[in-house]
Each structure stands twice: as structure tokens, then as C-alpha cells.
């Protein structure tokens, strides 16, 4: 055994002690990373840490780490790891993390042994900053002391790290993302972020019609959540100068974090959050907790709230970026990512109408986000609003020469630029609310479009989502992207049969990636038969799949 590799072993974890694993708890790596109540987590982010140095050491790039909890409640808390262009941890280093999580102080240690020996480079004697961990934090009272964690644990394994304090949870992917393409996706710093942003979305305006002003008020009103997207938009407003103008209401001078505002919120009472007296002829969005959903929605001459979700969002920049590709005489595809939460309506509309190749993920930004990078143009958008849209190197290259050359007429080539400003408008690394929000307003703008013009595309098929609480989601599988059960027996063939009696309907059923639960979706003709259905195998989940506690009641 080389000697070098001997001593990083033999390395005392001196702050092992001060985060000892709680009697009783037990967690799993899923697609949010960890969550838990805040209490619980103190050991989590310590063994997080040494993850993170272990993961730095395999990949030989910077990894980052993120305190947030999201959309969850203000108690909560969370951490995920991110590591290559801005990418989620693999998903093959997923089990290292559960298993680290919970191991006590003489299994750590052999773990991580096991870990360090198949680390190429261990042995090396390599620059320490080579293995540099980022870390960011949300705005949550607990994410302080739990980023320490995290950097007491970088420490005790030989990394260094460096702490940016209150960011984004995209912010920190793009800085890692950032660093590990030696800036090639831009300057690696808050900065780099607020100007790489503001200029793309200055240059698109630039060939905008002049929009109305409303006397007295902002064109947009943005629910902030109380969390750390907020302060974030006021920095990214003073980089864009006039060239937007949002009023911020929730953000974060009073209020708890997502309590009664925030996307989330918004997306599942489809009412306007806490404070916002809505207006016809006005436009609001909503972020989450840490700024990676972004969602949209206006009220009517009547009243009636309207929401734009992510299906929606996916859709206007799917339309944007067909029409540039058209213009500039570029033979790509544009690819749209769906998972089985996405409207039956965007689905249709997608392929029939604008003919797009649309493509079913299981749940979870990692599995959209990869398949996203396989196409030429990948457009990926959960309904919760959670997205963004990929460009292949292949069509950048091409975008780049068509910019360039003198001899193209001058739509083609300006069509061709508009992609090139919008590739760097939108973050290539992860869904970001921020990045969003400046494409759909530029994209609008562009295409001359207003936001019930946009929600007016299609008709949604009303829909209901559902929990259910089990003794363990584990007992419930899935294929087919979730639209299957295959276990518990029996359970697919019941929902098949309630789905019979409904018109234009579908149902599915998938366990929770955090908690002991099962989520209903079910979509149906009307509003009534949708609540029904979902109530139906609701019922059937609790009654085949081990239902903890009263039955489902029925949606009132």
C-alpha cells in the first residue's frame, strides 16, 4: 500500500465526536438529497463534508455542497451534492452517501477507507485545492451551523473548501460548473453569474418591440418566498439596470420561508400567496426556497386565477427556440423532457401541434437533466416549474458559424445570435429560477406573445395530486416512468379499472424520494371526476399498499 494513501487513512477525524449519529435515525440519499428537520441533520452534513472530499478526490474536480431544504417548511432542512458541469451526485455514489449518513464512528472510518482506496490520485501527491469543495446555504436560521458541519468535515479528510454564504441552490451549481470547465461556462464567480445573465438577456431585448407601460406599477410582481431568491434578484436587478423593473413582495424582512407564498404554494392552492392583492391586466410568478422553481399566473376580468406551470414555461421556450432554429436554417430537434406529472394537454400539444419529439423520465431533475444532454436542444421543465433548456456543442458550433458568416442574410444570422444569447441567458447547469424568469420575459417580448396568450395554447385536463402515508415506500415499485405499478400485486390492475369508469382519464401512483409516502395523480374530463379518481386509488393504495392510520378522505 503506498504510504501516502496509508496516512489519509490514518487521518484523525477530529471533529467525528462533535456529531455523533442520533439513536433511532435513519435516512436515504434520494432526489432531493437529504431532508429532514433540522435537528436531525447535524451529523448528516458532517459525513456530507467527507463526501464531498472523497467524491472531489475520484472525479479530480471542484464538488459542491448545499444546505437547503427548498420548498419545504422553514424547520426543515437539507443537503445535496453537485460535482462535473453543475450535475446532481451520481447516481452510482448515491448508496455511499445513505451508508455514510448513518454510519457510526468506527464504520465511518472503515467506509471511508474502503472509499479513499478506490480513489485515483489518492496516492498522488497532488495540490490540495485540486479537491476544493463549494459550499452555499439557504436562508433558513439552522443552514449556518449545518454549513459548519459541512466544512468541519472537508477539513477532517485533507480537503479545502470555500463558503459563499447566502446563494442560490443554481447559483452554486454554476459555480461549480464554472470552475470545473476552467470558465469556459463562464467567470466562476457571483459576478461572472449576475453578468454573463444580465448581458445575454440586454442583448435579447435589444430586438424586442417596446412594451406598454402600466402608469404607476411594475410589469411583474415576483412572491419571493422568504427565501434566498429574493435578495439575489435585487443584486441581479442592479446588474440589468432599466431594462426590467420587478416589484419583490415575501422577501424575507418578515414572514417565515414558504409559509403560505412561494411556487409550491401557489402551484398546489392555485391562489395567490400571502399579501399579493391580484389585479386583471397584471402579471406575478412565484419562486421556492432556494430559487430553482420558478412559476407564473395572472387572474382574469373575472376574477378567476390562471396559473402558468412548468408544462406552460416548457412549452413558450420550446415554441421560441423552433421558431430561431427555422429563421437561422439550422436542421436541429428540439427535444421536450416530460415525467408523468406533466398535463396530458402539453403533452398532445407538444407532439400534434408543433410537432416535437417528447420524451417520458421517472420523476426527478437527474433523470431529465441526463437525457436532456443526449439531444441535440433538450427542453426540461417539471409541472412544479423546475427546468431549463440544454444546446449540444454541436449546435453551438454551428449557431457560432452561422454568426460569423458574412454571406448568410442578415434574418438568418440574427436568428442565429438570438440562440447564441439565449444558450447563455439560460443556465446550462440546473433549473434556475432566475435564468427562467429572464427567458420567459425576453421569449414573450420576442414573440410578441402576452401570458394569457400563452396559457390560452391549450386547455389543461383537470387533475388532482393526492399522499398517501405507508409503513415503507420501498414496498411500492414502479416501471414504465412511474406510470406503472409492479409491486404490490394486484395494485396496477385496480387502478386500471377505476381509471375505466372516468372519461379522458389516467392515474398513476409512485413513492415519495423522502418520506414514507405514496403520491396520487389522476387526471380526468372534469375537475369533479378527476377528485374522484384520484380519492378512488387513493383508497386502493391505502388498502393494498400498507396505509398508515384513517383512510383517504374524499376531496371536498
Same mark, same amino acid.
Given at each position: 500500500?503506498?504510504? !501516502?494513501? !496509508?496516512?489519509?487513512?490514518?487521518?484523525?477525524?477530529?471533529?467525528?465526536?462533535?456529531?455523533?449519529?442520533?439513536?433511532?435515525?435513519?435516512?436515504?440519499?434520494?432526489?432531493?438529497?437529504?431532508?429532514?428537520?433540522?435537528?436531525?441533520?447535524?451529523?448528516?452534513?458532517?459525513?456530507?463534508?467527507?463526501?464531498?472530499?472523497? !467524491?472531489?478526490?475520484?472525479?479530480?474536480?471542484?464538488?459542491?455542497?448545499?444546505?437547503?431544504?427548498?420548498?419545504?417548511?422553514?424547520?426543515?432542512?437539507?443537503?445535496?451534492?453537485?460535482?462535473?458541469?453543475?450535475?446532481?451526485?451520481?447516481?452510482?455514489?448515491?448508496?455511499?452517501?445513505?451508508?455514510?449518513?448513518?454510519?457510526?464512528?468506527?464504520?465511518?472510518?472503515?467506509?471511508?477507507?474502503?472509499?479513499?482506496?478506490?480513489?485515483?490520485?489518492?496516492?498522488?501527491?497532488?495540490?490540495?485545492?485540486?479537491?476544493?469543495?463549494?459550499?452555499?446555504?439557504?436562508?433558513?436560521?439552522?443552514?449556518?451551523?449545518?454549513?459548519?458541519?459541512?466544512?468541519?468535515?472537508?477539513?477532517?479528510?485533507?480537503?479545502?473548501?470555500?463558503?459563499?454564504?447566502?446563494?442560490?441552490?443554481?447559483?452554486?451549481?454554476?459555480?461549480?460548473?464554472?470552475?470545473?470547465?476552467?470558465?469556459?461556462?463562464?467567470?466562476?464567480?457571483?459576478?461572472?453569474?449576475?453578468?454573463?445573465?444580465?448581458?445575454?438577456?440586454?442583448?435579447?431585448?435589444?430586438?424586442?418591440?417596446?412594451?406598454?407601460?402600466?402608469?404607476?406599477?411594475?410589469?411583474?410582481?415576483?412572491?419571493?418566498?422568504?427565501?434566498?431568491?429574493?435578495?439575489?434578484?435585487?443584486?441581479?436587478?442592479?446588474?440589468?439596470?432599466?431594462?426590467?423593473?420587478?416589484?419583490?413582495?415575501?422577501?424575507?424582512?418578515?414572514?417565515?420561508?414558504?409559509?403560505?407564498?412561494?411556487?409550491?404554494?401557489?402551484?398546489?392552492?392555485?391562489?395567490?400567496?400571502?399579501?399579493?392583492?391580484?389585479?386583471?391586466?397584471?402579471?406575478?410568478?412565484?419562486?421556492?426556497?432556494?430559487?430553482?422553481?420558478?412559476?407564473?399566473?395572472?387572474?382574469?376580468?373575472?376574477?378567476?386565477?390562471?396559473?402558468?406551470?412548468?408544462?406552460?414555461?416548457?412549452?413558450?421556450?420550446?415554441?421560441?427556440?423552433?421558431?430561431?432554429?427555422? @429563421?437561422?436554417?439550422?436542421?436541429?430537434?428540439?427535444?421536450?423532457?416530460?415525467?408523468?406529472?406533466?398535463?396530458?394537454?402539453?403533452?398532445?400539444?407538444?407532439?400534434?401541434?408543433?410537432?416535437?419529439?417528447?420524451?417520458?423520465?421517472?420523476?426527478?431533475?437527474?433523470?431529465?437533466?441526463?437525457?436532456?444532454?443526449?439531444?441535440?436542444?433538450?427542453?426540461?421543465?417539471?409541472?412544479?416549474?423546475?427546468?431549463?433548456?440544454?444546446?449540444?456543442?454541436?449546435?453551438?458550433?454551428?449557431?457560432?458559424?452561422?454568426?460569423?458568416?458574412?454571406?448568410?442574410?442578415?434574418?438568418?444570422?440574427?436568428?442565429?445570435?438570438?440562440?447564441y444569447h439565449t444558450s447563455q441567458l439560460i443556465n446550462q447547469a440546473v433549473g434556475d429560477a432566475l435564468s427562467?424568469?429572464?427567458?420567459?420575459?425576453?421569449?414573450?417580448?420576442?414573440?410578441?406573445?402576452?401570458?394569457?396568450?400563452?396559457?390560452?395554447?391549450?386547455?389543461?385536463?383537470?387533475?388532482?395530486?393526492?399522499?398517501?402515508?405507508?409503513?415503507?415506500?420501498?414496498?411500492?415499485?414502479?416501471?414504465?416512468?412511474?406510470?406503472?405499478?409492479?409491486?404490490? @400485486?394486484?395494485?396496477?390492475?385496480?387502478?386500471?379499472?377505476?381509471?375505466?369508469?372516468?372519461?379522458?382519464?389516467?392515474?398513476?401512483? !409512485?413513492?415519495?424520494?423522502?418520506?414514507?409516502?405514496?403520491?396520487?395523480?389522476?387526471?380526468?374530463?372534469?375537475?369533479?371526476?378527476?377528485?374522484?379518481?384520484?380519492?378512488?386509488?387513493?383508497?386502493?393504495?391505502?388498502?393494498?399498499?400498507?396505509?398508515?392510520?384513517?383512510?383517504?378522505?374524499?376531496?371536498?
Open positions: 500500500m503506498h504510504p !501516502r494513501m !496509508r496516512v489519509e487513512m490514518d487521518t484523525e477525524l477530529q471533529h467525528a465526536d462533535a456529531y455523533p449519529v442520533p439513536s433511532g435515525i435513519t435516512m436515504e440519499y434520494g432526489t432531493a438529497g437529504f431532508r429532514a428537520p433540522a435537528c436531525n441533520l447535524p451529523h448528516v452534513m458532517y459525513r456530507m463534508g467527507l463526501l464531498a472530499v472523497l !467524491r472531489a478526490r475520484y472525479t479530480r474536480g471542484v464538488i459542491g455542497v448545499m444546505v437547503t431544504a427548498s420548498h419545504n417548511p422553514e424547520e426543515d432542512n437539507g443537503v445535496k451534492l453537485m460535482e462535473g458541469l453543475g450535475d446532481m451526485l451520481s447516481v452510482s455514489w448515491e448508496k455511499h452517501a445513505t451508508s455514510l449518513a448513518s454510519a457510526q464512528l468506527g464504520e465511518l472510518r472503515t467506509q471511508l477507507s474502503a472509499l479513499l482506496r478506490d480513489c485515483p490520485g489518492s496516492e498522488s501527491s497532488s495540490p490540495v485545492q485540486k479537491y476544493h469543495v463549494l459550499i452555499g446555504q439557504d436562508t433558513r436560521a439552522s443552514s449556518k451551523v449545518l454549513a459548519q458541519a459541512v466544512s468541519d468535515g472537508v477539513t477532517d479528510l485533507g480537503g479545502t473548501f470555500k463558503d459563499f454564504g447566502l446563494v442560490t441552490t443554481p447559483q452554486l451549481h454554476y459555480l461549480v460548473a464554472s470552475h470545473n470547465s476552467d470558465g469556459l461556462m463562464g467567470e466562476p464567480s457571483l459576478d461572472g453569474y449576475y453578468r454573463k445573465l444580465s448581458e445575454a438577456y440586454k442583448a435579447l431585448m435589444a430586438q424586442a418591440k417596446p412594451q406598454p407601460k402600466i402608469e404607476g406599477s411594475y410589469p411583474l410582481t415576483m412572491d419571493g418566498a422568504n427565501g434566498v431568491g429574493a435578495p439575489k434578484m435585487v443584486e441581479l436587478l442592479s446588474y440589468l439596470k432599466s431594462s426590467l423593473a420587478v416589484k419583490i413582495i415575501n422577501n424575507g424582512e418578515s414572514g417565515k420561508l414558504n409559509h403560505e407564498c412561494g411556487a409550491d404554494y401557489v402551484k398546489i392552492g392555485r391562489r395567490a400567496p400571502k399579501g399579493l392583492q391580484m389585479l386583471e391586466g397584471r402579471i406575478y410568478c412565484s419562486l421556492d426556497g432556494d430559487a430553482d422553481r420558478l412559476l407564473y399566473y395572472f387572474v382574469d376580468k373575472s376574477g378567476t386565477f390562471h396559473l402558468v406551470d412548468g408544462d406552460k414555461i416548457s412549452t413558450l421556450m420550446a415554441i421560441f427556440i423552433q421558431h430561431l432554429l427555422k @429563421e437561422a436554417q439550422l436542421p436541429f430537434q428540439v427535444s421536450v423532457l416530460q415525467t408523468a406529472y406533466a398535463n396530458g394537454s402539453s403533452t398532445r400539444y407538444l407532439k400534434d401541434t408543433l410537432q416535437l419529439q417528447v420524451y417520458c423520465l421517472p420523476t426527478g431533475v437527474k433523470y431529465l437533466h441526463t437525457k436532456a444532454k443526449e439531444c441535440d436542444i433538450g427542453v426540461y421543465f417539471e409541472a412544479n416549474g423546475h427546468g431549463t433548456v440544454l444546446f449540444g456543442k454541436r449546435v453551438l458550433d454551428k449557431v457560432a458559424e452561422v454568426m460569423q458568416d458574412s454571406s448568410k442574410p442578415e434574418t438568418q444570422r440574427a436568428a442565429a445570435t438570438q440562440l427562467d424568469l429572464l427567458a420567459v420575459e425576453a421569449m414573450l417580448s420576442l414573440l410578441d406573445l402576452s401570458l394569457p396568450q400563452l396559457y390560452a395554447l391549450y386547455t389543461d385536463i383537470p387533475s388532482r395530486l393526492l399522499k398517501v402515508k405507508v409503513i415503507d415506500r420501498q414496498q411500492i415499485t414502479t416501471t414504465d416512468a412511474e406510470r406503472s405499478v409492479t409491486h404490490p @400485486e394486484g395494485l396496477q390492475a385496480a387502478i386500471e379499472e377505476r381509471v375505466h369508469h372516468h372519461l379522458q382519464a389516467r392515474a398513476f401512483v !409512485r413513492p415519495s424520494g423522502t418520506e414514507d409516502m405514496v403520491r396520487v395523480y389522476a387526471e380526468s374530463k372534469t375537475q369533479e371526476s378527476a377528485d374522484c379518481l384520484a380519492h378512488e386509488v387513493a383508497l386502493l393504495v391505502h388498502r393494498l399498499a400498507g396505509g398508515v392510520g384513517e383512510e383517504p378522505r374524499a376531496t371536498t
